[in-house]
């Protein structure tokens, strides 16, 4: 079983950054894929970003050049560098692993 702990997401002001970290526990095996979705209210989750464990990433094409995902396999976590943010970044992040989501961490950007 996989256990995902996300952090990292709050307030911020359009043109601004955050920093999304997400630390997975349990039974995780090498070669795995990492991945951000988000969820804005009244709209369907969408993908955001993935990581392969040798590093190769792919985006969501209206925040390729703004985000950027990484990842430490030592630790097995992933993190999300959000920059030059827009309002209409704004929605609950999540975390996912194999079939397991992160409990979701929200995002808002507004001034």
């Known amino acids: 079983q996989v256990q995902l702990v996300e952090s990292g997401g709050g307030l911020v002001q359009p043109g601004g950054s955050l920093r999304l970290s997400c630390a997975a526990s349990?039974?995780?095996?090498?070669?795995?894929?990492m991945a951000w979705y988000r969820q804005a209210p009244g709209k369907q989750r969408e993908f955001v970003a993935l990581?392969?464990?040798?590093?190769?990433?792919n985006y969501l094409n209206s925040v390729k050049g703004r985000f950027t995902i990484s990842r430490d396999n030592a630790k097995n976590t992933v993190y999300l560098q959000m920059n030059s943010l827009k309002p209409e970044d704004t929605a609950a992040y999540y975390c996912?692993?194999?079939?397991?989501w992160g409990q979701g961490i929200q995002v808002t950007v507004s001034s």
């Open positions: 349990g039974s995780i095996f090498s070669g795995n894929i």
């Open positions: 996912n692993i194999y079939s397991t």
């Open positions: 990581i392969f464990s040798e590093g190769t990433t």
